[in-house]
């Protein structure tokens, strides 16, 4: 039985080329925080989770920091119980790159998110949105949970 093009897509990214993605990574990290792509890079992983190549539909590429949740010591004027340094992650980085680019683009609902990479410093992230005053999306059905309720 021969397998689909989604199927060979995923395979591929299972043994990504790792002097490839580190030159994208390089690209990336000197972009924005958020910026906006054309096409998702995954594309077996966005439609998977509910991108359609259709009006409405925007990705959005979120680079996030690594590590370095501890607070600075307050050096005076504070009880030792208040010295806390280190500081906990309540949320996952997915999560936090699904908040800010919901933040940023407040016209557009997150409708999922999938990690594209991580380096030394930064993870990557592609977030797909979609626009729910676009009539394609307005007449959707399986995008019906996106439209305001009357």
Request: glycine letters at 6%.
């Amino acid at each position: 039985m021969t397998k689909g093009m989604y199927h060979q897509i995923r395979q591929a990214w299972k043994k990504p080329d790792k002097k490839v993605l580190r030159e994208r990574m390089v690209e990336w990290r000197k972009s924005e925080s958020l910026s906006r792509v054309d096409k998702p890079l995954r594309l077996d992983k966005a439609r998977s989770i509910g991108y359609r190549a259709k009006k409405g539909f925007v990705i959005i590429r979120v680079k996030l920091k690594r590590g370095g949740h501890k607070r600075s010591r307050p050096n005076k004027g504070r009880r030792s119980k208040r010295l806390h340094t280190r500081k906990t992650l309540k949320l996952n980085y997915q999560k936090i790159a699904e908040l800010r680019a919901a933040k940023k683009y407040k016209n557009l609902k997150v409708l999922n998110s999938y990690k594209i990479g991580k380096d030394g410093m930064h993870y990557f992230f592609e977030v797909i949105m979609v626009d729910p005053n676009v009539p394609e999306i307005k007449t959707d059905r399986k995008l019906r949970h996106f439209q305001p309720k009357k």
